[in-house]
Each structure stands twice: as structure tokens, then as C-alpha cells.
């Protein structure tokens, strides 16, 4: 079962409602607050504020809601206006938003700093910013004030640098004034002119806004989801698995992640657009208006946002206003609110900017996207991993334009510290406009509430036990087998190279087995050969080609034929359990030789105590935690349904007796830390190859492994002049280079 675009993954970073509960607590009026109290709030505002400047900018992983954020930034202001003398020396007034540039990247400095805007959240506000400009230029009432009205997207801004007409360097933000240089990356956009025609300045500084629009959001949310799993399933297995996979939370950290990365070719790969939308330093003055900057951006090639409009005159914004949030909903990408910039140069110099942002332009902020509604019931999606994840089920409500019925609630933990409870009113937010989530219950306190919510105790897709193993997040099924909602990613693990090597049988040729309802287990799979002709008739499967009958179906069922005998660590392997990883299928097929031996000590290992249990726990390599999933697996009497009907498909052959060789019947300690294996994958060799790993250095240790930092066993070995091997040595005995 593939989760629906809608529902963003339970593994994605959860920006909690922690932030915006916080600021409901902050509601006292700072005219009441007591000078103490009122230091001790501004030193915890700038920490906060601090922080998650940080997670947002440098990390691409938001803490909290911009509506939170927003929040504590009014919040510092409000206090900081009733106490100036307490204002603090790294107050956040002062500093554009923005975090110093992340280790990986050179830094950048721009010719002119990349400030910030300050915020309107109302008409009010819109108001004060247009007298105030008044005020400061002493324009009489009559004189027109024209702004151009560009609606602002939620996306990572960008410092371009031209020089004689050619794009030079590209850096983010950064703190403002340093940013990172990102110009490799900036060069894989399509939308980024590397030449202006002429004429041109000698050197200017253009900003814009890099984003993501909100259907490719969706597509690569979809894909780093998929992506994220299976690493997610590889790493269980006890595979090694590459780099972590980052689940962007919205277009905004999408955009971020995929500019900031070190390599370019990834960046190429993303689908990034730009807009430009603002100056730094010029050599000389390109335009006598925003408007006119603007047609320059265009004639050199830029994107400049179509909807951005010259308003004839002040009263206009808020109409503007209005229009853009009711389009909001509709347009290709996120928008948070509407900048105004007024339109003549000459006054925007003379107003110049204050703290961190420019007297000549505003944000005007769209009210934060927040809806109430009822929740119906906590329903649980079952991963292609078998990951259970509640979502929530609500009263259809209109959020921004968007009917939403479904919300994500992460996982267990989360319903229970903020206990929403079925029946519950909820508050409801469509963070970066995409995915909902619930904030918060509305009147917890009420009385007759529904009762807190039950994790389920069994898996909603097909019925098998649902356990959290302990100190873990997630709850997940054990049918992993027989799972409908996990069988195709577990198809895919079993014909894998590292496993059944079954050729032909990659992720696309098992959709479509699977979704024509032909297979369901592997099992099935070495009963397609009656179904052929049916296989034959389906698109790209029985074409001709211009030699003949397309030989697809064919060259697939002698492949599978071709591994009815698997060896039996590879058929361990295959068969997908949670920690059976390549390493550990080889130490079980080693210690139990044939399937039988394997699978009669497993049904034996059920039972707590047994002796077959301890001896499963005790073979080198295994421990508690894996022999505690192999038990898992066939307490699931359908898992073993599963296997059994495999095992009249296939017959794996067994185990090899271990080779005699120099560590055959040896023991073997390993001490200190090796540079180019973990301890766990040597000692899984050691046993391959038929040695005892033992833990304590003593006159019987045939020999020493000895790794950086190594203490006192070694010193031991030396005194006892047993054998000592560096890691170069370990490795060449253990036949690692061979
Ligand atoms: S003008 C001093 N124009 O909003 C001028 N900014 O809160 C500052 N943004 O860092 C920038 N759309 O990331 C400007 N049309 C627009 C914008 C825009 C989005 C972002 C930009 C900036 C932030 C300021």
C-alpha cells in the first residue's frame, strides 16, 4: 500500500507544536512583566530565536512553525519596546535572521549586506509603514506613494554577482553579510542567465528567490520518502548503508537541502526555479524605479514573479492583498505573504534601513493557516517497511483554500504528549502549505472527553502482531512476509543481487507483477511459468522486436528457475527478517547448516529459556536484540505459513563446512578501534572463518588484533608475547583484500 501524496512520512523531522505552545504561554502583557522577569524572558527569547535560526538556516531542519518563529521575533520586539535599556547586545532586532555559513562551503561576502524585511500582519500595520514613510521623507498627503507589490515565496534568497556581464558568484545569506558559495550549484539552474546581454554595468549584485514548486515538492517528498525506507530497511537488515536521506518537511526545505549540497550533481538532478527580485551593490544605477529594475532583470533574462504588480497608489495594497490570498491556494508554489517595495530608488536611498531591514519595504504576512475541526478517528498506515503510522481522520475543513481531511501525527509519542483524544476539537495547521499537521486540542480541560488513544496491538493491513521494540519510535508489523502493505518492497529484497539474484526482477518488474495480482509472496514468484501467456499480453512485456518474439518473459522464468537452490545464507538473507542483514544470515547458516536445522531451533527458540533460545543468543555475532526478531518473526504463525510454502519452491543447499584455514579453531581478540571495519563485521569474519572470538587476552589467545587507542589487552598480549596483528596484517589473514 503506497501512502497517498498527501501524507507526508512519519520518518520526516516533525516540526511540533512545542514552539507555538510556548508562545500561548507567553501571552502576558510585557507591560506587566517585572523588570527580572522581562531580562530573563529577552536572554531566553535570543537563545530560542538563536536556535532555530540555526536549524533553519545552516541545518535546512525547522524547528518550529514560521508562525512560531514570527511569534518569539514580535515577541522580543514587544519586550525590548517597553525595556530598551534591557536590550540585550546580541538581541535579535539587530541581526538579519540568519545563521553563519556551515561548515563545507567557502564563505562569501557580499558587496552589500542581504537584510531582511520587517513584518505586517494587517492593515494596521500596512498603514503605519506608509505614514512613517511619509513621516520620514516629509511628503505631504497628497503626494502618490507607489509600490510594487511581489507576492513572496518561501524559498532559500540568493546573492548573484555579475561581472562584465558574467555570472561570477552565487551565495546564500548566510548571516547577511557572509554567505556560502554555492555558485557550482547556482550554475545547474536552468533558470540562471550566466550572461547578460549589454548593456550591463560592470559589476552588480542581483537577488532572487531559488524554490521548488509544490508538485515537484510533492514528487521528490514522495521519492526521498521511498528513498528513506529503504535505507531505513537496508540499515535493520544490518546492511551498510550510504548517506542519511533527508525527508524535506516543505518546499522551502526542499529548496534549502537541495542548494546546499556539496555536490553539484545532485543539485542538477533537482528541479530548482528562480525568480529575481532585488539589487545589492551596482557600479552604476540600472533603474530610477523598482519597476524599471525590474524590466532590466527581464531583458537580461531573469524570471522576475509574473503576478508582481506597480500598485497606482497605497490604497491598493490591501486589495492586492486580498487577491493573493485568495489565489494562494492555487498558484504553483508556497507563498507566506505579499512584500511591498516603493517604486522610486531615490527615496529608497533616502530612507535607508533600520536594525536588519529597510524602511521602503514590508512583508505583509498572510494570517498563519490555521483551522479548527473535529477528530473523527486515528487510523494507522502501514509503511512499505512495515512502519505503523497514525494519521488522523477529521471533519473536512477548509485550510487556506484546500479542503483537508487527514493530518499526520508522527507517531505514539506525539498523540500522547499532546493528547489528542477521538472526538477532540482540533486546531489544525497546513504547514508550507502542502502537508497538515494538528497543533494542538482545543479545551483539553472539558468535561466527557473520549479516552486516550490505543496504540493497536495488531496490524491493520493483514492481522499480525504490532510490536515497538523498546527504546524505538515506531510500532511495526512482524507479518512481514505476508504483509499486502509490505510484500512488494520485500519482493524486491529477495530477487536482489546481495540476496536471490534473481536477474530481471528489479522495482518496476515487480510493481506490475504485484499490482496484476500474480504474486503476493516469493513463493509465487517460481509459480509464474503457467501464467506466461498472460505475462505476454501486458505493454513492453511480448512485443516484437525486430528479431522476433520479445524474449522478456522467458529470460525472467529461466532466471527464477535458475535459483531454486540458493545457498542458505542467501535464502536467510532474502527472506527479509528485521536484522537479518547479509553478516548475521551468514553466522546463522554457519551455526545451523541446513533450512530444517534452522527453522526447528527457531520454533524451539519461541519459548523463553529454552535451551535452543540461549543458544541462538550466544552464537558470536547474533546477541539478544537479533535473536529477539527472529523469535518475532516466527511467532507469527503466518511468517512461518509463508516459509514453509517457499520451502516447497526451493531447496536451499547447505551451509559449507568452514574451510580449514590459519584461523580455523583459533581464538581471536580484537582490541581498540579499527579504521576500516567495524568490530561487529570482524568478528562476524572471525566466526565465518572458524575462529572463537573471545573478549580477555590469556596464554590460550592464539592471536591479538590490535586497533587504534588499543589499552591495556594489548600491553597484556605483548607481556604474554602472544601473536599481535595490526589491522593490515587482520586483514590480509582474514582475506579482506583478496
Ligand atoms: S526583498 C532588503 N523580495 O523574504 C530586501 N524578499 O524576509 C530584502 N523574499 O530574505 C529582500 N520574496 O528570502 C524580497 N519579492 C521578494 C521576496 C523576498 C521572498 C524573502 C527573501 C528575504 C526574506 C525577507
Same mark, same amino acid.
Not at 536611498?349 to 512583508?363: D, E, N
Not at 505583509?364 to 488522523?392: H, M
Not at 536467510?572 to 536484522?579: K, V, Y
Given at each position: 500500500?503506497?501512502?497517498?501524496?498527501?501524507?507526508?512520512?512519519?520518518?520526516?523531522?516533525?516540526?511540533?507544536?512545542?514552539?507555538? &505552545?510556548?508562545?500561548?504561554?507567553?501571552?502576558?502583557?510585557?507591560?506587566?512583566?517585572?523588570?527580572?522577569?522581562?531580562?530573563?524572558?529577552?536572554?531566553?527569547?535570543?537563545?530560542?530565536?538563536?536556535?532555530?535560526?540555526?536549524?533553519?538556516?545552516?541545518?535546512?531542519?525547522?524547528?518550529?512553525?514560521?508562525?512560531?518563529?514570527?511569534?518569539?521575533?514580535?515577541?522580543?520586539?514587544?519586550?525590548?519596546?517597553?525595556?530598551?535599556?534591557?536590550?540585550?547586545?546580541?538581541?535579535?532586532?539587530?541581526?538579519?535572521?540568519?545563521?553563519?555559513?556551515?561548515?563545507?562551503?567557502?564563505?562569501?561576502?557580499?558587496?552589500?549586506?542581504? =537584510?531582511?524585511?520587517?513584518?505586517?500582519?494587517?492593515?494596521?500595520?500596512?498603514?503605519?509603514?506608509?505614514?512613517?514613510?511619509?513621516?520620514?521623507?516629509?511628503?505631504?498627503?497628497?503626494?502618490?506613494?507607489?509600490?510594487?507589490?511581489?507576492?513572496?515565496?518561501?524559498?532559500?534568497?540568493?546573492?548573484?554577482?555579475?561581472?562584465?556581464?558574467?555570472?561570477?558568484?552565487?551565495?546564500?545569506?548566510?548571516?547577511?553579510?557572509?554567505?556560502?558559495?554555492?555558485?557550482?550549484?547556482?550554475?545547474?539552474?536552468?533558470?540562471?542567465?550566466?550572461?547578460?546581454?549589454?548593456?550591463?554595468?560592470?559589476?552588480?549584485?542581483?537577488?532572487?528567490?531559488?524554490?521548488?514548486?509544490?508538485?515537484?515538492?510533492?514528487?521528490?517528498?514522495?521519492?526521498?520518502?521511498?528513498?528513506?525506507?529503504?535505507?531505513?530497511?537496508?540499515?535493520?537488515?544490518?546492511?551498510?548503508?550510504?548517506?542519511?536521506?533527508?525527508?524535506?518537511?516543505?518546499?522551502?526545505?526542499?529548496?534549502?537541502?537541495?542548494?546546499?549540497?556539496?555536490?553539484?550533481?545532485?543539485?542538477?538532478?533537482?528541479?530548482?526555479?528562480?525568480?529575481?527580485?532585488?539589487?545589492?551593490?551596482?557600479?552604476?544605477?540600472?533603474?530610477?524605479?523598482?519597476?524599471?529594475?525590474?524590466?532590466?532583470?527581464?531583458?537580461?533574462?531573469?524570471?522576475?514573479?509574473?503576478?508582481?504588480?506597480?500598485?497606482?497608489?497605497?490604497?491598493?495594497?490591501?486589495?492586492?492583498?486580498?487577491?493573493?490570498?485568495?489565489?494562494?491556494?492555487?498558484?504553483?508554489?508556497?507563498?507566506?505573504?505579499?512584500?511591498? $517595495?516603493?517604486?522610486?530608488?531615490?527615496?529608497? /536611498?533616502?530612507?535607508?534601513?533600520?536594525?536588519?531591514?529597510?524602511?521602503?519595504?514590508?512583508?505583509?504576512?498572510?494570517?498563519?493557516?490555521?483551522?479548527?475541526?473535529?477528530?473523527?478517528?486515528?487510523?494507522?498506515?502501514?509503511?512499505?517497511?512495515?512502519?505503523?503510522?497514525?494519521?488522523?481522520?477529521?471533519?473536512?475543513?477548509?485550510?487556506?483554500?484546500?479542503?483537508? &481531511?487527514?493530518?499526520?501525527?508522527?507517531?505514539?509519542?506525539?498523540?500522547?504528549?499532546?493528547?489528542?483524544?477521538?472526538?477532540?476539537?482540533?486546531?489544525?495547521?497546513?504547514?508550507?502549505?502542502?502537508?497538515?499537521?494538528?497543533?494542538?486540542?482545543?479545551?483539553?480541560?472539558?468535561?466527557?472527553?473520549?479516552?486516550?488513544?490505543?496504540?493497536?496491538?495488531?496490524?491493520?493491513?493483514?492481522?499480525?502482531?504490532?510490536?515497538?521494540?523498546?527504546?524505538?519510535?515506531?510500532?511495526?508489523?512482524?507479518?512481514?512476509?505476508?504483509?499486502?502493505?509490505?510484500?512488494?518492497?520485500?519482493?524486491?529484497?529477495?530477487?536482489?543481487?546481495?540476496?536471490?539474484?534473481?536477474?530481471?526482477?528489479?522495482?518496476?518488474?515487480?510493481?506490475?507483477?504485484?499490482?496484476?495480482?500474480?504474486?503476493?509472496?516469493?513463493?509465487?514468484?517460481?509459480?509464474?511459468?503457467?501464467?506466461?501467456?498472460?505475462?505476454?499480453?501486458?505493454?513492453?512485456?511480448?512485443?516484437?522486436?525486430?528479431?522476433?518474439?520479445?524474449?522478456?518473459?522467458?529470460?525472467?522464468?529461466?532466471?527464477?528457475?535458475?535459483?531454486?537452490?540458493?545457498?542458505?545464507?542467501?535464502?536467510?538473507?532474502?527472506?527479509?527478517?528485521?536484522?537479518?542483514?547479509?553478516?548475521?544470515?551468514?553466522?546463522?547458516?554457519?551455526?545451523?547448516?541446513?533450512?530444517?536445522?534452522?527453522?526447528?531451533?527457531?520454533? /524451539?527458540?519461541?519459548?523463553?529459556?529454552?535451551?535452543?533460545?540461549?543458544?541462538?543468543?550466544?552464537?558470536?555475532?547474533?546477541?539478544?536484540?537479533?535473536?529477539?526478531?527472529?523469535?518475532?518473526?516466527?511467532?507469527?504463525?503466518?511468517?512461518?505459513?509463508? =516459509?514453509?510454502?517457499?520451502?516447497?519452491?526451493?531447496?536451499?543447499?547447505?551451509?559449507?563446512?568452514?574451510?580449514?584455514?590459519?584461523?580455523?579453531? $583459533?581464538?581471536?581478540?580484537?582490541?581498540?578501534?579499527?579504521?576500516?571495519?567495524?568490530?561487529?563485521?570482524?568478528?562476524?569474519?572471525?566466526?565465518?572463518?572458524?575462529?572463537?572470538?573471545?573478549?580477555?587476552?590469556?596464554?590460550?589467545?592464539?592471536?591479538?588484533?590490535?586497533?587504534?587507542?588499543?589499552?591495556?589487552?594489548?600491553?597484556?598480549?605483548?607481556?604474554?608475547?602472544?601473536?599481535?596483528?595490526?589491522?593490515?596484517?587482520?586483514?590480509?589473514?582474514?582475506?579482506?583484500?583478496?
Amino acid at each position: 500500500m503506497r501512502r497517498p501524496p498527501e501524507t507526508p512520512s512519519a520518518d520526516e523531522p516533525a516540526i511540533t507544536g512545542e514552539a507555538v &505552545r510556548a508562545d500561548h504561554l507567553r501571552a502576558a502583557d510585557p507591560a506587566s512583566l517585572t523588570e527580572e522577569e522581562a531580562a530573563a524572558e529577552l536572554a531566553a527569547l535570543a537563545g530560542e530565536i538563536a536556535a532555530a535560526d540555526i536549524a533553519y538556516h545552516q541545518h535546512d531542519a525547522p524547528v518550529m512553525t514560521d508562525a512560531a518563529y514570527d511569534a518569539l521575533r514580535r515577541r522580543n520586539a514587544a519586550i525590548e519596546a517597553r525595556f530598551p535599556e534591557l536590550k540585550r547586545g546580541d538581541s535579535p532586532t539587530e541581526a538579519a535572521p540568519g545563521a553563519p555559513p556551515a561548515a563545507g562551503f567557502a564563505k562569501s561576502r557580499h558587496f552589500t549586506p542581504m =537584510l531582511s524585511l520587517d513584518n505586517a500582519f494587517g492593515a494596521e500595520d500596512f498603514a503605519e509603514f506608509a505614514a512613517r514613510i511619509r513621516r520620514f521623507l516629509g511628503l505631504p498627503a497628497e503626494e502618490v506613494l507607489r509600490f510594487v507589490a511581489e507576492p513572496k515565496i518561501d524559498g532559500l534568497s540568493v546573492n548573484l554577482l555579475y561581472e562584465a556581464g558574467r555570472f561570477v558568484r552565487g551565495a546564500t545569506r548566510g548571516d547577511g553579510t557572509v554567505g556560502e558559495d554555492i555558485t557550482r550549484n547556482l550554475l545547474t539552474l536552468d533558470e540562471l542567465p550566466q550572461t547578460l546581454p549589454a548593456p550591463y554595468p560592470a559589476r552588480i549584485e542581483i537577488r532572487g528567490e531559488v524554490f521548488m514548486t509544490k508538485a515537484e515538492f510533492l514528487a521528490f517528498h514522495a521519492e526521498q520518502t521511498r528513498l528513506f525506507e529503504e535505507r531505513e530497511r537496508r540499515r535493520e537488515a544490518g546492511e551498510r548503508v550510504g548517506e542519511a536521506i533527508r525527508v524535506p518537511v516543505n518546499p522551502r526545505n526542499a529548496a534549502a537541502g537541495s542548494l546546499r549540497q556539496l555536490d553539484p550533481a545532485v543539485t542538477a538532478k533537482r528541479p530548482l526555479r528562480l525568480f529575481a527580485y532585488a539589487q545589492g551593490e551596482s557600479s552604476e544605477p540600472v533603474a530610477e524605479t523598482h519597476s524599471g529594475y525590474l524590466q532590466r532583470l527581464r531583458d537580461w533574462g531573469f524570471q522576475v514573479n509574473p503576478l508582481s504588480r506597480l500598485l497606482p497608489d497605497e490604497a491598493a495594497a490591501a486589495g492586492f492583498q486580498a487577491e493573493m490570498g485568495r489565489e494562494r491556494s492555487g498558484l504553483a508554489y508556497d507563498i507566506d505573504g505579499v512584500v511591498y $517595495k516603493l517604486d522610486r530608488l531615490d527615496w529608497q /536611498a533616502r530612507l535607508g534601513f533600520v536594525g536588519r531591514a529597510p524602511r521602503w519595504a514590508i512583508a505583509w504576512k498572510f494570517p498563519a493557516e490555521v483551522a479548527t475541526t473535529r477528530l473523527l478517528a486515528i487510523e494507522i498506515q502501514v509503511g512499505r517497511t512495515g512502519a505503523l503510522t497514525p494519521r488522523a481522520v477529521m471533519e473536512p475543513v477548509g485550510v487556506g483554500g484546500v479542503l483537508v &481531511r487527514h493530518a499526520t501525527l508522527h507517531n505514539e509519542d506525539e498523540i500522547a504528549r499532546k493528547d489528542v483524544r477521538v472526538g477532540d476539537t482540533v486546531e489544525l495547521q497546513r504547514a508550507g502549505d502542502v502537508i497538515p499537521q494538528i497543533l494542538c486540542v482545543v479545551d483539553p480541560d472539558r468535561p466527557g472527553r473520549g479516552v486516550p488513544w490505543v496504540p493497536p496491538t495488531h496490524c491493520p493491513a493483514c492481522g499480525s502482531h504490532a510490536v515497538r521494540p523498546e527504546g524505538e519510535v515506531v510500532r511495526r508489523c512482524t507479518g512481514g512476509l505476508i504483509c499486502p502493505a509490505q510484500q512488494v518492497e520485500r519482493l524486491i529484497h529477495f530477487a536482489a543481487r546481495n540476496a536471490m539474484d534473481i536477474d530481471g526482477l528489479g522495482i518496476e518488474n515487480v510493481e506490475q507483477l504485484h499490482r496484476e495480482g500474480l504474486v503476493a509472496t516469493p513463493a509465487d514468484l517460481f509459480r509464474l511459468a503457467p501464467k506466461a501467456e498472460a505475462m505476454r499480453a501486458w505493454p513492453g512485456w511480448g512485443a516484437k522486436t525486430k528479431g522476433g518474439a520479445s524474449r522478456k518473459v522467458e529470460n525472467l522464468l529461466k532466471a527464477i528457475e535458475a535459483r531454486r537452490r540458493p545457498s542458505l545464507e542467501r535464502f536467510l538473507f532474502a527472506l527479509g527478517i528485521r536484522r537479518i542483514g547479509e553478516q548475521n544470515a551468514k553466522l546463522l547458516a554457519r551455526h545451523y547448516h541446513t533450512v530444517e536445522a534452522w527453522r526447528e531451533a527457531m520454533l /524451539a527458540a519461541r519459548v523463553v529459556g529454552s535451551e535452543a533460545r540461549e543458544a541462538l543468543g550466544s552464537i558470536q555475532g547474533i546477541g539478544p536484540a537479533i535473536a529477539q526478531e527472529l523469535v518475532e518473526f516466527f511467532a507469527e504463525p503466518r511468517n512461518l505459513d509463508a =516459509l514453509d510454502d517457499l520451502l516447497t519452491e526451493v531447496t536451499p543447499e547447505p551451509a559449507e563446512a568452514v574451510a580449514e584455514g590459519v584461523l580455523s579453531g $583459533k581464538s581471536v581478540v580484537f582490541t581498540g578501534s579499527l579504521e576500516t571495519m567495524t568490530r561487529q563485521e570482524a568478528e562476524a569474519r572471525a566466526e565465518v572463518l572458524g575462529a572463537k572470538v573471545v573478549k580477555s587476552v590469556s596464554k590460550k589467545t592464539d592471536f591479538v588484533v590490535v586497533g587504534t587507542d588499543a589499552g591495556s589487552k594489548a600491553t597484556k598480549a605483548a607481556e604474554l608475547g602472544l601473536r599481535v596483528l595490526s589491522e593490515a596484517d587482520w586483514r590480509e589473514m582474514a582475506g579482506f583484500d583478496a
